[in-house]
């Protein structure tokens, strides 16, 4: 069964870095999509960034330039460094994975909060 354990949330002022940790358990990492998602108070969940197994990403625009993706397959973990942090980044983040084979996020992290005061 695969886990994945989310870390290094915070409270910062804008204009500052965090890089947030997830930790996968389980599974083989390499056959997995991982993914960064956040969901605000009053909104919906959203796709911040995602990674595949080979190092390809995707940003959404919101955060295109500030926020970078990557993946340590050795320690099965993958970070989001985030950079410039504005007070619409303030949500809760999740990690998640998915099969390469799906389209469809089947594992979830508790979820850490970044707070981001102007």
């Known amino acids: 069964q695969v886990q994945v354990a989310e870390s290094g949330g915070g409270s910062v002022q804008a204009g500052d870095s965090l890089r947030l940790s997830c930790a996968f358990y389980g599974r083989t990492f390499s056959l997995y999509v991982m993914g960064w998602f956040r969901q605000a108070p009053g909104k919906e969940r959203e796709l911040v960034a995602e990674?595949?197994?080979?190092?390809?990403?995707y940003d959404a625009d919101s955060v295109k330039g500030r926020f970078t993706l990557s993946r340590d397959h050795a320690n099965n973990m993958v970070y989001l460094q985030m950079n410039s942090l504005k007070p619409e980044d303030t949500a809760i983040y999740y990690c998640a994975a998915k099969p390469m084979s799906t389209s469809i996020y089947d594992y979830w992290g508790q979820g850490t909060q970044v707070t981001v005061s102007s």
């Open positions: 990674i595949t197994p080979g190092g390809s990403t």
